[in-house]
């Protein structure tokens, strides 16, 4: 193997790669090879201050709500957070394989790994039975987390591309890789010691990395589709005691088309997306739920601007997460037969707008509103929810400044100001509120 070091743009080849980190970068570290063979390596470190407000009551998902047994948030106490931690992004380190090209068909595999830089709040903590904190089931010390993201091979040939392993999920993919706050903090994190959540659930659902097999046609007059067959997905929260909904016997499938068109000074892109899965019970006489979603965006550049807007729709997505909250049953007694179940889905929608203008090419400055909505579900299915039954709008507002020093370095400064609101249904006078955080940050990323 050649034992020398060149940047490349090899990165574009590659296709999405660390939530489009790598192909943003355009930037990747080979080391050669030999019969045609090539392995590079890319990444990111980033490290973010970060100053924070928050009220009472205050979730970064929107996953946490007023008692409905109560008369809302119990009172609007502030609590602030200051913190050094990894942005929206965690770092990355990725490992790349290029195969030889062979009758048109050449194939590429990613191993990507993406550390935070940051633990918890709490410091120090020795997780381990009879240590500092006794009775503990975990074992070693409490540190900064590594997500495998990306396992995947991909598979190109003239008729389009093959693709089979785990990366980000194709509906709402395109809505996050377009969003200013991939590079920043959007909304932070109080405690944890996760990766922030951005814009998760103020303008898109948040799709995550999933294993998938997957076909993407070769561009044609502009427009290009994908489709994927995924590992499905079990509802996640709002089960109740009986988790009701657990067991899936179809797979998840999700597809885009886009379209892009190039003109003077600029170019235009438009893309339609869309998800469909199943989820069964394993509990008599319980009705199945169908998770269905799609999205509808559109990017236009021109002389240095640049609008980016979003919308979706669908029923049982979740506020905030996919598969979170979505859905729900009521478990009731059949006869002597065992447990049965009425089931619901909650309607959700949301959109995103955003515009930027970069100056010299090196400095963005950009402005961005969003917000997801899910309405309440049936009243036969409120009793028991792990998520009160609650009409519930998350939004948020974010200022940034984008500042590339050079080819491997940037500068970010954004503030953003976020609102979570509770609204319960059904002739309730309990259970409603509102609560915020407003956040500044200010960091950098080196790129490789």
Not at 34 to 45: K, L, Y
Not at 169 to 189: E, P, Q
Not at 261 to 267: A, E, K, T
Request: net charge negative.
């Amino acid at each position: 193997m050649a034992n020398k070091f060149k940047k490349t743009k090899l990165a574009a080849a590659l296709g999405l790669v660390g939530l489009g980190l790598s192909s943003a970068a355009n930037a990747v570290v080979v080391v050669g090879g030999d019969n045609g063979w090539e392995v590079s390596f890319d990444g990111n470190v980033n490290a973010f201050y970060v100053n924070g407000n928050f009220e009472n009551g205050w979730n970064p998902l929107g996953l946490v709500a007023p008692n409905p047994a109560g008369g809302g948030f119990v009172s609007k106490v502030d609590r602030d957070a200051s913190r050094v931690t990894s942005g929206f992004l965690p770092a990355f380190f990725s490992f790349n394989v290029k195969s030889p090209t062979v009758d048109g068909m050449y194939a590429t595999a990613r191993f990507s790994f993406a550390p935070t830089i940051n633990n918890s709040a709490t410091k120090n903590q020795l997780y381990a039975p009879g240590g500092l904190s006794a009775g503990a089931t975990n074992n070693g010390i409490q540190g900064a987390s590594i997500d495998t993201r990306e396992v995947l091979v991909n598979i190109n040939a003239p008729l389009g591309t093959l693709s089979f392993g785990r990366t980000l999920s194709i509906y709402g993919r395109n809505a996050i890789l377009k969003d200013m706050t991939l590079f920043g903090v959007g909304i932070a994190n109080v405690n944890s010691g996760t990766v922030t959540a951005g814009r998760i659930g103020r303008g898109y659902t948040y799709p995550n990395f999933n294993a998938r097999i997957s076909y993407k046609t070769p561009v044609m007059a502009g427009f290009q589709a994908e489709v994927g067959l995924y590992d499905p997905s079990v509802e996640q929260l709002n089960n109740q005691a009986a988790s009701l909904l657990d067991q899936v016997d179809t797979p998840r499938f999700e597809g885009e088309l886009s379209f892009t068109q190039p003109f003077s000074g600029g170019s235009f892109q438009f893309w339609f997306d869309g998800l469909w899965q199943s989820i069964q019970s394993t509990a008599v006489a319980t009705n199945d739920v169908s998770v269905g979603g799609w999205g509808l965006g559109t990017d236009v550049k021109f002389m240095g601007f640049d609008f980016t807007g979003y919308y979706y729709g669908g029923q049982g997505l979740g506020r905030s997460l996919q598969f979170v909250g979505g859905t729900a049953c009521n478990a009731v007694a059949v006869g002597t037969r065992g447990i049965g179940s009425i089931c619901d889905e909650a309607e959700d929608n949301g959109y995103y707008v955003q515009g930027t203008y970069t100056f010299n090419g090196v400095t963005k400055i950009g402005a961005s509103y969003g917000e997801s909505n899910e309405d309440h579900m049936s009243a036969n299915v409120a009793t028991g929810m792990v998520l009160p039954n609650q009409d519930v709008s998350l939004s948020m507002w974010t200022v940034g400044v984008y500042h590339d020093v050079n080819s491997w370095l940037k500068l970010i400064a954004e503030y953003s100001s976020a609102r979570n609101a509770f609204d319960r249904p059904l002739g309730a006078t309990t259970g409603s509120g509102t609560t915020g955080s407003d956040t500044f940050s200010i960091g950098s990323f080196f790129i490789w």
